[in-house]
Structure formats: C-alpha cells, structure tokens
C-alpha cells in the first residue's frame, strides 16, 4: 500500500480556481520519480474517471473535459504533483484522487471540489 494525500479541495464558484496537491511523503523518491502519476475524480454512483496524468519527465496528458482548463505537474525533489484547475464549472465537482501509475491500485483520501454558487 502507498500512502498519498491529496489536498486543497474546497467550495468555489463557477468561473473560480483552485489548486490541488498530492504528495507521497513515505514514498522512496527513485520510486516516486521512476513512473508516472495521475489524477482521477469521482462522483457517487459514478465510476472514477481520468482526469490528466504527468510522466517522470514532465509529459502531460489530459481528459477532453478538462483540456485547456487543467494544468497537472509535478515537482520530483518534492514527491509532489499539483494540479491546477482554472475555469471550474459544476461539472467539476467530485473528490479528486491521485495515483502512481507503479502503484494504480493505491489512493489516497481523496479531496473534495464543489463549485456551486
């Protein structure tokens, strides 16, 4: 099991930002930077959807839903991704979860974006 923690969820309105963190602090960083790591989202009864994942060497790929408005990264000396969500309608809303792509069975807690005005 790996231990991800993904945080800066929260209430926005539509239109708002919000910025979201995902660290692997217990995570070896060879291992952390050896593969890639992606960010999902789920809403209740839905199943867990792609979001946009970021390879070792900074290559990204993003869902048609959130192309042009999301902005994943990743900084290896931290173990940390980021993901930058700009525009955010309420089709957004959902806990949004992170993985290492080595590990696609393990997730975090989850952080949770409503936007609603």
């Known amino acids: 099991q790996v231990y991800l923690v993904e945080s800066g969820g929260g209430l926005v309105q539509p239109g708002g930002s919000l910025r979201l963190s995902c660290a692997a602090p217990?995570?070896?960083?060879?291992?952390?930077?050896?593969?890639?790591m992606a960010w999902y989202r789920q809403i209740p009864d839905k199943q867990r959807e792609f979001v946009a994942s970021v390879t070792r060497t900074g290559t990204t790929t993003y869902a048609d839903a959130v192309k042009g408005r999301f902005t994943v990264s990743r900084d290896n000396a931290r173990k940390k991704i980021y993901l930058q969500m700009n525009s955010l309608t309420s089709e957004d809303t959902a806990v949004y979860y992170c993985?290492?792509?080595?590990?696609?069975?393990?997730w975090g807690q989850g952080t949770q974006v409503t936007v609603s005005s």
């Open positions: 993985t290492h792509l080595s590990f696609p069975d393990s």
């Open positions: 217990r995570m070896i960083t060879s291992v952390f930077n050896s593969n890639a």
